[in-house]
């Protein structure tokens, strides 16, 4: 295949298993969902298993909950037909009241709800009833859809004709239930003046919602004429004690529990789980603990609910060691928990990170047949994220129609954060359209991680989107994500983007601080927007942040670039009027100017601040002195040097200055006499010199100066940098003059070598044509190490070796070597291996490397391309 631009794939990372126990999968054929094995002891080893089997194995588990009953068809209906009337009307359905009320319970959402209740009203011979009334409006009391329910209850004050039922009850009830007591009561008023009155259920209700808005005296009142006019129930008691718990009367609450024991008038589970509700509440845990076992050992009411109210209690209370505890020990006797219960304490586990506990709970629910609820479902969501399987929790996030998964803001933001951690941005994207579609934006977590990758990823259009979703929803970005976002565009080369940013967040002053300024600056400025990056640099100072040397660089270079030098003098103007004459950023005004090779201009600036009477220091004349080397007037540094002599003796740093500016503009030979000016002197020059001077020698050719250089920078003193060394190896591997200049020096003799010029002589003898001899490529890299510390660009040199000489299993090997060491291959140490297959005609091994390469996020060079087309075209 010819390759005419890369096309990268992206990579899918293996996930390993974090399970602690081992999940028996039968064959995929079996229809039966494959059983859990016990728990195996803690030495038994995590097992990578397949997600997909994994997935399967909860998606039966999650289905097995569903169970296809007409209820599940008329769900189905509701929340897939958009309009279901026509559907459910096929379906021939005898309505009454518990069949209405069951459907109601099966619902999920509101929507459906109310598309069902609406259209059963509606069916000739079936009325809608108290009971049905009070479903629907719990329903949307649960959605806190409030002004929903309240702006019903109007329109169905003004049609009292159209319903049969008991009008004043329910719209009592229905007030009641929405929080409106004021309303209901004066309703209720209104009844009995009318010579009405409420029936039995709708007094309770009418109570409950008392207690609930704390009319605790208006309930006092109410309960004494439900006593009178015979229309207690079992309820009666309840919200009596209810009342009793919310006013935290609980030595009440308690005599009143105990009165009704002995009187025989019988107590309900559900009156024990409130007391021991209201006195952990109430932080009485010691009382609660011991009205639980008190009662427990009595026997006298079912006491499920109380134990789950006293685990839940216990877990609020950060009591997580003492709920399970006491799960485990009611369980020997045959309590099974609720589910909440169960939900609690896997979702208390999950934020405590104890995955293998969460993981023993969901055998203990499967082993016990609890059918997982919608709660359920996300927490295992959630523990699959949290355990590393992000492959699991997207397939069962793919099946969510299947099995009816609904997800809550938790999952969504737990789903989105462990694919981000996985490089799957596009998925995590996916994932949060279907969390806004369905109403959740992402929590300040999920939010940051989700916008660090796509800054990170320059997914810059997506990410537009997702601060557009968060603005929609009066959601500000914090500064944190600004500044990430900013920085990506400018990198992009939309710094106009980004500096509209704080305008489009209204929070100019909060966002733009130190890093944006970086930011913008730097992207104005790579876009040659000179104007822009200076009017920024001013606004930074205007703003209280001091911007550095690096940042008056690029503004100088870029005004340079684009022929406005006299923006820079300008700019020197405007900082000795802006405050106390500062010769730093008149200093830094000079180095831009070298850097941008405009040496007359760092004059120029050098000239006003001395009219200005600011002295130039030491600093300032170095950076002088730079600016002419850079630019190459050698004339200009050697008289602006002569210069510095007069005034003061040479100092080590001028000489490494000159040496260094000298040999990267390629004058090796002017370079050479500043150093033997330098060694007769007896000072000694820096590391970075010698290293420059190593590297200019060996571009000249100039081996035998070479190694003068080596046997006197051992003189030195100094540690051998790996700079030197990568060097020596390079051009040792290139040919062997670099050899044979050392052996003719009289290097060559090893015993009369001291250690480091020993390494030295071992390094350039062993690699100078010692590449091609096959006993010393086993252990290639490990010969470098002796030496000098090794990095990358080491490595990808020994690669370059071992690939010319068309030794590419041993370049496949040492690749190998490298990662296991940790070190992290670059876009050339592919390019290397890639473009040896190539050489030698490897066109398949070549194409595999290069799909890898794709998949790290490398590209190959040009060269490698077109020998690549190259072969593949000749066959």
């Known amino acids: 295949m010819l390759i005419t631009r890369p096309t990268a794939t992206a990579a899918r990372v293996r996930l390993r298993v974090f399970l602690s126990k081992t999940i028996l999968i039968t064959s995929p054929f079996s229809t039966l969902p494959p059983p859990f094995l016990p728990p195996p002891p803690p030495s038994s080893r995590i097992l990578d298993l397949d997600p997909k089997l994994v997935a399967s194995f909860f998606k039966e588990w999650f289905k097995s909950s569903k169970t296809h009953t007409i209820f599940h068809i008329i769900s189905k209906i509701l929340s897939s037909h958009p309009q279901p009337e026509s559907a459910l009307s096929q379906l021939g359905l005898r309505l009454s009241e518990e069949f209405v009320l069951k459907v109601l319970s099966h619902q999920n959402d509101v929507l459906p709800s109310l598309k069902f209740f609406d259209w059963a009203g509606r069916q000739p011979g079936y009325h809608h009833t108290r009971a049905t009334y009070h479903s629907i409006f719990k329903i949307l009391s649960r959605a806190k859809l409030m002004t929903v329910m309240v702006d019903w209850l109007e329109a169905f004050s003004i049609q009292r004709n159209a319903y049969p039922v008991r009008f004043h009850d329910i719209l009592v009830l229905g007030y009641a239930v929405a929080g409106k007591s004021d309303v209901a009561l004066q309703l209720f008023g209104k009844m009995r003046f009318q010579g009405l009155d409420l029936d039995s259920f709708t007094y309770h209700v009418l109570l409950n919602s008392l207690v609930e808005e704390r009319c605790f005296d208006i309930v006092d009142v109410i309960l004494k004429q439900v006593a009178m006019r015979g229309l207690s129930n079992a309820m009666t008691p309840c919200i009596r004690m209810k009342s009793l718990c919310k006013q935290s009367r609980l030595d009440e609450a308690e005599a009143f529990i105990r009165e009704l024991d002995l009187g025989g008038e019988g107590i309900s589970g559900h009156m024990v789980s409130m007391l021991v509700d209201a006195l952990c509440k109430d932080e009485k845990f010691e009382e609660a603990k011991r009205f639980v076992e008190e009662f427990g050992k009595l026997g006298k009411v079912p006491m499920s609910r109380t134990y789950s109210i006293w685990i839940s209690d216990l877990i609020e209370a950060g009591k997580i060691d003492g709920a399970m505890d006491f799960l485990q020990i009611k369980k020997a006797e045959g309590y099974v928990p609720a589910i909440f219960c169960y939900n609690k304490l896997i979702c208390s586990l999950l934020r405590g990170n104890r995955l293998d506990e969460v993981y023993d709970l969901l055998m203990e629910m499967r082993e016990e047949k609890i059918l997982p609820d919608r709660l359920t479902m996300n927490a295992v969501l959630c523990f699959f994220c949290k355990a590393g399987m992000v492959e699991v929790a997207l397939q069962l996030y793919n099946l969510r129609y299947e099995i009816k998964l609904s997800l809550n803001r938790l999952a969504y933001n737990h789903l989105i954060n462990a694919l981000c951690g996985d490089g799957s941005i596009d998925e995590a994207c996916r994932v949060l ?93 790579e876009l040659r927007r000179g104007d822009m990056a200076l009017r920024l640099l001013l606004e930074m100072q205007d703003s209280g942040h001091s911007p550095t040397r690096n940042l008056y660089r690029a503004v100088v270079c870029c005004l340079c670039e684009t022929g406005n030098m006299e923006q820079v003098l300008n700019l020197l103007d405007l900082q000795l009027l802006r405050q106390e004459p500062d010769r730093r950023i008149c200093n830094y005004l000079i180095d831009g100017a070298g850097h941008a090779g405009k040496p007359d201009l760092g004059k120029e600036v050098l000239e006003r601040m001395t009219a200005r009477g600011i002295k130039p220091n030491i600093d300032t004349k170095y950076l002088m002195l730079k600016s002419y080397l850079r630019s190459k007037r050698f004339a200009d540094a050697l008289n602006f040097y002569n210069d510095m002599c007069k005034e003061n ?71 051998i940098s790996s700079f030197i060394c990568n060097v020596l190896l390079l051009y040792t591997l290139k040919s062997r003059q670099l050899n044979r200049a050392w052996i003719q020096s009289g290097n060559g003799d090893v015993k009369a070598l001291d250690s480091l010029n020993l390494k030295l002589s071992q390094l350039i003898s062993a690699f100078s044509g010692g590449i091609r001899v096959k006993q010393n490529l086993d252990n290639l890299e490990e010969v470098v190490e002796q030496w000098f510390p090794a990095d990358i660009y080491t490595y990808n040199m020994l690669l370059k070796g071992l690939t010319m000489e068309g030794r590419m299993d041993c370049a496949c090997d040492l690749f190998n070597r490298i990662c296991n060491q940790g070190h992290k291959p670059n876009r050339f140490t592919y390019d290397i291996i890639i473009h040896g297959f190539c050489k030698w005609r490897r066109t398949k091994d070549a194409e595999r490397w290069m799909e890898e390469m794709y998949q790290k996020g490398f590209y190959p060079t040009w060269c490698t391309i077109s020998l690549f087309n190259n072969i593949a075209s000749n066959g």
Not at 659 to 676: N, P, Y
Request: proline share 4%; charged share 25%.
């Open 433 to 525: 359209d279907d969390s806004l579609k369905q109403g959740y934006f992402p929590g300040k977590r999920a939010f940051y991680i989700l916008a660090d990758a796509l800054c990170r990823e320059g997914k810059l259009d997506k990410m537009s989107k997702l601060v557009d979703a968060a603005l929609q929803r009066s959601i500000t970005p914090s500064s944190a994500i600004c500044a990430k976002y900013m920085s990506a565009l400018c990198k992009a080369g939309r710094a106009d983007e980004a500096y509209s940013i704080p305008v489009k967040l209204n929070k100019t002053n909060h966002v733009l601080h130190r890093p944006a300024y970086f930011h913008l600056i730097r992207g104005f400025s």
């Open 649 to 719: 003796e040479p100092s080590t740093r001028l000489y490494n200055i000159m040496i260094v500016g000298l040999c990267i503009a390629k004058k090796t030979d002017l370079a050479l006499d500043f150093w033997r000016e330098v060694r007769e002197k007896e000072l000694i020059p820096s590391l970075h010199c010698y290293e420059e001077l190593i590297h200019s020698l060996c571009l000249a050719g100039d081996f035998d100066m070479v190694v003068k250089i080596l046997n006197d920078f051992e003189k030195s003193g100094r540690r």
